[in-house]
Each structure stands twice: as C-alpha cells, then as structure tokens.
T-cell receptor, first 116, second 115 residues
Framework: KAGVTQTPRYLIKTRGQQVTLSCSPI?????VSWYQQTPGQGLQFLFE???????NKGNFPGRFSGRQFSNSRSEMNVSTLELGDSALYLC???????????????FGSGTRLTVV | AQSVTQLDSHVSVSEGTPVLLRCNYS??????LFWYVQHPNKGLQLLLK??????LVKGINGFEAEFKKSETSFHLTKPSAHMSDAAEYFC?????????????FGRGTSLIVHP
C-alpha cells in the first residue's frame, strides 16, 4: 500500500512569507504528526492530529499551525517565515501494527523548506 | 518527562565488522523504545521497536537491540556492517500523552562504513 506522501519535496520562500505543507497518511491511518528537523535542534515534535482534532502540541510559536481534513490528510502552515524556520519538515502517520507487535509510525520523505 | 541520549554522534566501522550504536533513555513510565534510520534526503524508516515484550528485539536488515531496564539502555547492534548501512540512526522513546504516543528523539548517530 502507498506510504506517507508529503508535498512539495522542496520549497524556497522569502522571510515574512507564509507556507503550507501537505501530508497524506497511509490509507486507514487517522493520526498524523509533524516534526521539524534541523542540524542544530535535531528532530522536534510540532503537533499531532487525530480525527481532525489537534491532540498534542509541541513547544513551537503560534506561527506554526496545522489542520486535518475528514480524509485524514493534514496541512501544516507557517506564517511570517524566519530564517530559522529553514528545516526538513517530516510528517508521520500512526496506525495499526506493521508486521511487528504494537503500534507504529510511518514517516514521509519530508519537505525541505529553505527561507532566504 | 522522557529523554533519550545517544552517546555517540559518529560511529565509524569497516565493512564486515560489528556495529554498536548506544542509547540511554529516561522515562517516567514503562517506555516504548524505537530505532529509526534515515538515509540522506529521506524520511525515517523504522528498524525495530520494544513495547514490553521480549527484551531482545530483532529488526530489519539484521539489526537488533536489547532493552536493559537496570541500565536504562537500548543499544542497537548488527553483527556485520554493510556499506548500505551508512546512514543516520535515531533512538526514540515514546510516552503516552493525551491518548497517543508522542516520541522524543535522540540527536542521532551517524554511522560511517568504510570499505
């Protein structure tokens, strides 16, 4: 079955602009979470959505927001972009066990955002 | 609160020799622990996970990890490194919060494999 799809793969934006990233989870997965990966801070949790509701939120400013649609697809928005927002943004969907016991996260390949 | 420490930022091995990537964790609860691998410009791929069953966990591509509660460790090993194993490896501890499991990532260990 198809994996987690993130679009676009690469994006270049200017400071002060806003950006919207998209994530389509594995079919049947209802939870989508977002992460920011930078060389300085590593991988950090942004937020998680389940059935169109934000269920958990990391320690990021309000410029970072998201939403989830009824088909479980999720979007992440960053407003008033700063140079420090340059990062790889990963999303993961969460669902039934994938071949081993317990639950599992499946990650997309990410969106590389560069702010200039 | 949970945290995870990967003890080495870089590990360098020769092809065919054993691999050891070290991870220590801290968790208030019985943790779920994972190892993920990330190849350049790719997302994270799950290697293996521990969720309170057998303490020795076998994963994909010949990797395995042993959960040692007394040492709060979850080290990743492989008997014989292959060139294709060169990548970034992340140890992850997961805590249940708000009905879901929120992962905390280690800073990563870069595995370098020499021919």
């Amino acid at each position: 079955k198809a994996g987690v799809t993130q679009t676009p793969r690469y994006l270049i934006k200017t400071r002060g602009q806003q950006v919207t990233l998209s994530c389509s989870p594995i079919s049947g997965h209802r939870s989508v979470s977002w992460y920011q990966q930078t060389p300085g801070q590593g991988l950090q949790f942004l937020f998680e959505y389940f059935s169109e509701t934000q269920r958990n939120k990391g320690n990021f400013p309000g410029r970072f927001s998201g939403r989830q649609f009824s088909n479980s697809r999720s979007e992440m928005n960053v407003s008033t972009l700063e140079l420090g927002d340059s990062a790889l943004y990963l999303c993961a969907s969460y669902g039934q066990p994938q071949g081993t016991e317990g639950y599992g996260y499946t990650f997309g390949s990410g969106t590389r955002l560069t702010v200039v | 609160a949970q945290s995870v420490t990967q003890l080495d930022s870089h590990v360098s091995v020769s092809e065919g020799t054993p691999v050891l990537l070290r991870c220590n964790y801290s968790s208030s609860y019985s943790p779920s622990l994972f190892w993920y691998v990330q190849h350049p410009n790719k997302g994270l791929q799950l290697l293996l996970k521990y969720t309170s069953a057998a303490t020795l966990v076998k994963g994909i591509n010949g990797f395995e990890a042993e959960f040692k509660k007394s040492e709060t460790s979850f080290h990743l090993t492989k008997p014989s490194a292959h060139m294709s194993d060169a990548a970034e490896y992340f140890c992850v501890v997961s805590d249940r919060r708000g009905g879901s499991y929120i992962p905390t990532f280690g800073r990563g260990t870069s595995l370098i494999v020499h021919p």
